[in-house]
């Protein structure tokens, strides 16, 4: 039998001792390593991973939480954003609106302001024309007076005789009025 242990010792001894389950001590490690993996097991499907489960979903949830208030602020602030816009776009309009109703009352301020300045200068320049035509008149008045007496004097010193005196006159009217023609 001896032989026999023998032979069969080589034979195993030939092949992995690890999967020896003739060995006793083997099948002890196999027995406790099923015990350790089944406690294992147990502490950590009822204990450890339900924890782990726990904040991965508290987790999620303030993620989700968190991106629904983003979503939610973002949609305040787009709409703050257009009725920003629009308020803009409204008060440009109203100063654009406010600037084109100055500029009618000022271009409208100016003309009547233009008109009475000229309806001023109209009188005042009727006015002076009626001035000049008086001076004119009085001018020529005192032209033909001038005139008279300029041509008696020069008429007695080149022929030494006095002429008539209704002549004179007459002749300087007629060489006026024929000069105003």
Known sequence: MAAATLATTPARAAGMPQLDFGNPLLLAQVVWLAIIFLVLYVLLSRWALPQVGAVLEHRANTIAGDLE??????????????????ATREAHAGAQAEIAAAVA????KADAEAAELNARLDAQIAAAEQRIAVARTS???????????????VVDRLIGASLDPALVPQAVAGVLAARAK
């Open 69 to 86: 208030a983003a979503r939610i602020a973002k949609e305040k602030a787009d709409a703050a954003v257009a009725e920003l816009t629009r």
């Open 105 to 108: 009352t000022a271009k409208t």
């Open 139 to 153: 001018a020529l008045g005192a032209l033909e007076q001038v005139a008279v007496e300029t041509a008696r004097e």
